[in-house]
Nanobody, 128 residues
Framework: QVPLIESGGGLAQAGGSLNLSCAASVRTSPSLTMGWFRQAPGKVREGVSFMRSSNRSSDGRIYYADAVKGRFTISRDNAKNTVYLQMNSLKPEDTAVYYC?????????????????WGQGTQVTVSS
């Protein structure tokens, strides 16, 4: 098991920013794909942003859902076993529980069933 611990969620106003962090409690391999899903009340869990391992070519290494492109930025610090999601220009529709996920072999980045490890989730609420 590789427990993932999220932090940084909370309440923000529309147009504001939040920065989510996801720290693995043990050393993770840089070859893991890591990223974020979110689930709003009454909706299915959806992929938000993902970053493949650092030893892959830059082509296709990072994914953003269309709804967050240009507003969210994913990054990772392998030395700290941590992945970040900087969320700017937040909108009320970004309100959801955000889950960190990591996996060894990910074919389809947005396929939640392919991920091996999950965080407990952190609530993000954006008021209008």
């Amino acid at each position: 098991q590789v427990p993932l611990i999220e932090s940084g969620g909370g309440l923000a106003q529309a147009g504001g920013s939040l920065n989510l962090s996801c720290a693995a409690s043990v050393r993770t391999s840089p070859s893991l794909t890591m990223g974020w899903f979110r689930q709003a009340p009454g909706k299915v869990r959806e992929g938000v942003s993902f970053m493949r391992s650092s030893n892959r070519s830059s082509d296709g290494r990072i994914y953003y859902a269309d709804a967050v492109k240009g507003r969210f930025t994913i990054s990772r610090d392998n030395a700290k076993n941590t992945v970040y999601l900087q969320m700017n220009s937040l909108k009320p529709e970004d309100t959801a529980v955000y889950y960190c996920a990591a996996g060894r072999v990910i074919v389809v980045l947005t396929s939640s069933g392919e991920y091996d490890y999950w965080g407990q989730g952190t609530q993000v609420t954006v008021s209008s």
